[in-house]
């Protein structure tokens, strides 16, 4: 039987949080599985397994909690900075993957082995636990990625279409 080995480290420079207070309460609320360290206000974390927060609760264990967490850990990343967050696992140089999670103010990015980077939606439960004006500044780096993607869309279709034309033409 083969052993998976995982590594997870925040990758770059520690970012620098706005209220490292709250970011420690916040964290242990958390089973990480992962060791972290907040010093000087910035935050790392590291460890020999998955980045896979979960809660234990009165109805049992509530896993893949790891949206809910970076969300709401965006709120207290410094503007201008980020948590980069890379975990990588084999098993005998086979089965590899890798995951990379980009926490930026009020802003998640998720990339996994072989594709691009891409924001991930906040679960539908965010309202619930974080404030209303950070919801919003979430709902509003979201609308923004959305309409830039959208933009770079038609650049692209509108030079795919004049080319199609040059070439008609000769």
């Not at 925040?10 to 907040?38: F, S």
């Not at 809660?55 to 980069?84: A, M, N």
């Not at 924001?119 to 004006?133: C, D, N, S, V």
């Amino acid at each position: 039987m083969a052993t998976a080995q995982t590594s997870t480290t925040t990758h770059g420079a520690a970012p620098k949080l706005t209220d490292p207070d709250a970011v420690e309460t916040l964290l242990d609320e958390y089973e990480l599985i992962l060791n972290y360290r907040i010093e000087d206000g910035h935050l790392s974390l590291w460890g020999y397994n998955y980045f896979s927060p979960y809660k234990e609760t009165d109805y049992g264990r509530v896993d893949e909690l790891e949206t809910e967490l970076l969300y709401r850990l965006s709120q207290f990343i410094e503007e201008g900075d980020r948590l980069d967050l890379r975990t990588v696992s084999f098993t005998k140089c086979r089965h590899v993957s890798a995951i990379r999670w980009v926490v930026e103010p009020y802003k998640v990015s998720l990339e996994a082995l072989g594709d691009e980077l891409e924001i991930i939606e906040p679960p539908e439960t965010i309202g619930q636990i974080i404030p209303e004006e950070s919801v919003q500044r979430i709902q509003g780096h979201i609308a923004n990625e959305t309409d830039e993607t959208n933009e770079e869309n038609e650049v692209e279709a509108e030079s795919e279409s004049g080319e199609n034309r040059s070439e008609a033409q000769a």
